[in-house]
């Protein structure tokens, strides 16, 4: 028997209560899990500005963002707490793309449910690290930049997979092993493994977003390594700051050839001129 997905996303995606939406997420999957298959939708996807979040952590530019010192509790936590933001804004982007984009195939519906569960219970595992130190999600202020960014590709899944899973969770992959170095310089073991699972599952979903991205490119015949350099030029986006983590993005579907062009392709980018630095570094 198919299952219809789409009205439990709905209201998985407007949820405001982050423990109602970590429950929504793991009963989709289970849900799906036991159907034999994702039922076709009976109506188009609302287009809504925000997905459901709590009232608190405040959101404020990324450049606002209090810095604090790890090396006191409240900015140790503070890191913590920017972690789970970061994943509760990954649930929602799993069930978005899985809500928004239902005219793709039903593998990709169920891979973005099974990215929504998961994203959930690295939400619930690095909030109880928080919960460890006496402070709760919502304690320290915040910025928008990942549900900002799925926004702005809302129109179009290539760009979702272009430019969320390929850019901005890909970015995981290269800053988890130095915050988890400085994590264990704490002695903070717990979070440490915590830290261990989020990393393991996000090759998989960084990989989950290349397969597709791969996938549109080719249903539109278009060559996906240069797209991508477009891509990134046109919406401005810097993919590689400090450490690159190669092995991990190899593991999650990008190819050596792909790492090394777009490397030397951020490095043109930041020697170019700020006016029209993105026309200048296409042209080289």
């Not at 593991?251 to 700020?274: I, V």
């Amino acid at each position: 028997m198919l299952y219809n997905p789409y009205p439990l996303l709905e209201s998985a995606l407007l949820e405001s209560d982050p423990d109602a939406k970590c429950r929504a997420a793991a009963e989709l999957f289970e849900k799906l899990a036991a159907a034999g298959g994702v039922g076709k939708p009976a109506a188009a996807a609302l287009d809504f500005r925000f997905a459901g979040r709590p009232q608190k952590p405040i959101l404020v530019a990324p450049a606002d963002v209090q810095k604090r010192k790890m090396s006191t509790t409240e900015g140790y936590a503070a890191m913590l707490h920017a972690i789970c933001h970061i994943e509760f804004n990954a649930i929602n982007l799993a069930l978005d793309a899985a809500y928004r984009f239902r005219n793709l195939p039903e593998a990709f519906t169920a891979d973005w449910i099974r990215v929504a569960k998961e994203e959930a219970y690295h939400f619930s595992l690095m909030r109880g690290r928080l919960n460890a130190y006496g402070f709760d999600y919502g304690d320290f202020e915040a910025h928008n930049h990942l549900w900002d960014m799925a926004y702005k590709t809302a129109f179009d899944p290539l760009l979702r997979m272009a430019l969320v899973p390929r850019v901005l969770e890909a970015r995981g992959l290269d800053v988890t092993p130095a915050i988890r170095a400085k994590v264990a310089q704490r002695g903070d073991e717990a979070t440490c493994a915590v830290l261990d699972i989020i990393y393991r599952d996000e090759v998989g979903h960084v990989q989950i977003g290349n397969h597709w991205y791969h996938y549109l490119c080719a249903r539109r015949g278009l060559e996906p390594v240069a797209l991508f350099r477009t891509l990134i030029a046109r919406y401005d986006l810097f993919i590689f700051r400090g450490y690159v983590n190669i092995e991990a993005r190899e593991r999650a579907g990008f190819s050596r050839f792909e790492l090394e062009m777009l490397e030397d392709f951020e490095q043109s980018l930041k020697a170019a001129p700020k006016t029209g630095s993105w026309q200048q570094a296409l042209s080289r």
